[in-house]
């Protein structure tokens, strides 16, 4: 992992267009002088969109350490101290902690439901042979590809009619449907790479279906479940829409919900401070997480495009 | 492997299919029939009224607002985006100072580095961004005004968010800003499995960088660039920017009606309005037009797969 390496310091600007030529070796003087024109426009350019990437994230945690007044009159200007109270009071009054709890157990009830479920769909769809298999995948392979939100009118009645609405479990259980399209996708995909003869030897041994995928499947497709997992994860924490339409309580509110409303609500209370904390709070872990993990999320999140 | 098979399979698939059959499948089956009644969602009663709906929806200025959008989301951002990774990525893969000794093309120093952080806003909720952006957006005490007067562009002070004309245009800047890392790193994957020596034999020929990118690399890429331009059409019509909309333009929707989608369109008239069959209708025309744009990708961007 190569999270300490840091660019060797260019200058920002694009290069002149044609660039001093070092050394008189290389190839030839005229591909050598459009090699380093290159290099440095190519370094100008790519530092330019690190720096607005960056940009708006530090802006963010400079923010949430000042107090309402300089965030409104000098948004650039540096805190005058660094105002921790806003961290705190974002934590208890803002609510931050429930948002926090409640997603923690939404998204992991979810990712435990998905990966069970998803795996056992996609080990039968992958590894037997019986009609209607392939009706089912496209099923739900289907699922992908169409707009969530005409499911989610109805939808919002049946989960109210099973009693379910603004509840942590049904949150969960609709979660874990909407998260099944891709994850089977994906996991049939990679049952399909793994050897069979290891399945035919336990089950030859007296091993039920059942034990075979448990004890046996499920380890060999561990590396497959960890990128679907991350992608799960992400897609779950991060999860607005769904959310916003099912879970309507305030005090069952997930993460992005309560950011949002905390900061619709600041409307009269211009606790402004305290939402930039609040944001930043929500931030850090994720990216944190991303930072340490950096390898396997890139795989999980782009392992699916690139099938 | 017959002892016990169909028993198994049963059991393995009841829970899975079971409930995504009553939480995804069987609410959109509803949701059609749904668009052909007068249904409020208020109160359980409701009867058919045939294509009202529909004809309702023709004549709704703001269903057309909303389809207009939602169609120049669907192909303004993946255009720009896609464009956009594409030359991040290529710098990043070729963009290097040839080094003595070393290969011919070579990536950017430090490549690691900027895929990283590219991918920053990737693991980021849209929400979080959304709200981050509404911020920077503020016309009085945002960043973004801030830097433009600290750069002395004083008279530059657009309203952003709130002016009708820069609202829409605004809120899509956010959602490049925050998927092109993600295309920047499935591209860069991609050229990095494109063997060297095509570029070398490219270079002994004469080529230049820019005839390079769109003889070779691009190509070789066009299985991962098509994927990506559906993967990333669906988002734009649907979940991406009912947030982005919903939280940073005013209404929500905009300044007279300047950034609403058909996504936050059904969310509204279904859960604001009350009028839930109206919704889906919506819903069902939503639907038509990701469909088409996913056909229409696929059956454009058809052509013959190249092996390498």
């Given at each position: 992992m190569k999270t300490t390496e840091t660019p060797?310091?260019?200058?920002a600007q694009p290069g002149p267009r044609v660039a001093k030529?070092?050394?008189?070796?290389?190839?030839s003087p005229k591909a050598k002088k459009e090699g380093t024109a290159l290099n440095v426009f190519s370094h100008g350019i790519l530092v330019i969109w690190a720096i607005m990437v960056v940009l708006p994230l530090l802006w963010a945690v400079m923010t949430s350490f000042k107090d309402d007044a300089s965030i409104f009159n000098s948004p650039w200007s540096l805190p005058d101290r660094l105002h921790f109270d806003n961290w705190s009071r974002a934590w208890t009054q803002a609510n931050m902690s429930d948002y926090f709890l409640n997603t923690i157990l939404v998204v992991g009830g979810s990712l435990i439901g998905t990966l069970v479920l998803g795996s056992m769909a996609a080990y039968v769809l992958a590894r037997f042979d019986f009609p209607g298999n392939r009706f089912i995948y496209y099923l739900f392979i289907g699922g992908m590809s169409f707009p969530i939100m005409l499911a989610l009118v109805p939808l919002f009645y049946v989960v109210n009619n099973m009693g379910l609405l603004n509840t942590i479990h049904g949150l969960i259980l609709v979660y874990i449907a909407y998260s099944l399209p891709f994850t089977v996708f994906f996991l049939t995909a990679f049952f399909r790479t793994l050897p069979s003869s290891v399945a035919e030897a336990a089950f030859v041994d007296g091993a039920s279906h059942s034990r075979t995928f448990f004890q046996i499947m499920l380890p060999m497709a561990k590396p497959g479940l960890i990128s679907v997992g991350i992608f799960n994860f992400l897609g779950q924490w991060n999860q607005y829409m769904l959310p916003t339409v099912l879970n309507t309580d305030p005090d069952k509110r997930v993460l992005t919900q309560g950011l949002v409303q905390l900061a619709v609500s600041?409307?009269?209370?211009?606790d402004w401070s305290g939402l930039f904390a609040g944001l930043v709070m929500a931030m850090l872990p994720v990216l944190a997480a991303y930072i340490v993990f950096q390898r396997q999320v890139v795989q999980g999140l782009t392992a699916g495009a690139l099938k | 492997m017959q002892h016990g098979k169909y028993r198994f399979i049963v059991g393995f698939l009841a829970l899975p299919l079971g409930l995504y059959a009553l939480f995804v499948v069987w609410p959109f089956i509803q949701s059609i029939y749904y668009s052909f009644t007068d249904w409020t969602g208020l109160s359980p009663e409701f009867k058919m009224v045939g294509l009202d709906n529909y004809r309702r929806m023709l004549d709704d200025e703001i269903f057309w607002k909303s389809l207009q959008h939602s169609l120049i989301f669907a192909v303004v951002l993946p255009l720009v985006t896609i464009s956009l990774a594409l030359f991040f990525a290529f710098m990043i893969n070729v963009g290097g100072r040839r080094r003595r000794g070393g290969p011919v093309i070579s990536g950017v120093r430090g490549s690691s580095f900027y895929k990283i952080v590219y991918f920053f806003p990737q693991v980021l909720s849209i929400a979080i961004v959304a709200l981050l952006f509404a911020f920077a957006y503020n016309p009085d005490s945002g960043a973004i005004n801030s830097i433009l007067r600290g750069i002395?562009?004083?008279?530059?002070?657009?309203?952003?968010?709130?002016d009708p004309d820069l609202a829409l245009w605004a809120v899509m800047a956010v959602l490049v800003w925050s998927t092109v890392g993600f295309f920047v790193v499935l591209f860069s994957a991609g050229m990095a499995s494109i063997p060297a020596d095509l570029y070398e034999a490219a270079l002994l020929d004469g080529a230049n960088r820019s005839t390079t990118f769109f003889r070779i690399t691009l190509p070789l890429l066009w299985d991962t660039v098509q994927s990506g331009w559906v993967y990333m059409g669906i988002l734009a019509l649907g979940a991406e920017s009912f947030a982005v909309v919903q939280i940073m333009t005013t209404g929500p929707?905009?300044?007279?009606?300047?950034?609403?989608v058909m996504v936050l369109y059904v969310y509204q008239k279904a859960f604001r309005d009350g009028q839930a069959a109206y919704a889906t209708t919506i819903g069902v025309a939503l639907l038509v037009v990701t469909l088409a744009f996913a056909a229409l990708v696929m059956r454009l961007g058809r052509r013959e797969r190249l092996e390498f």
């Open positions: 060797a310091p260019v200058p030529v070092d050394a008189p070796h290389g190839p600041q409307g009269y209370k211009g | 002395g562009l004083d008279s530059i002070q657009p309203l952003w968010l709130g929707g905009g300044p007279d009606y300047s950034t609403t």
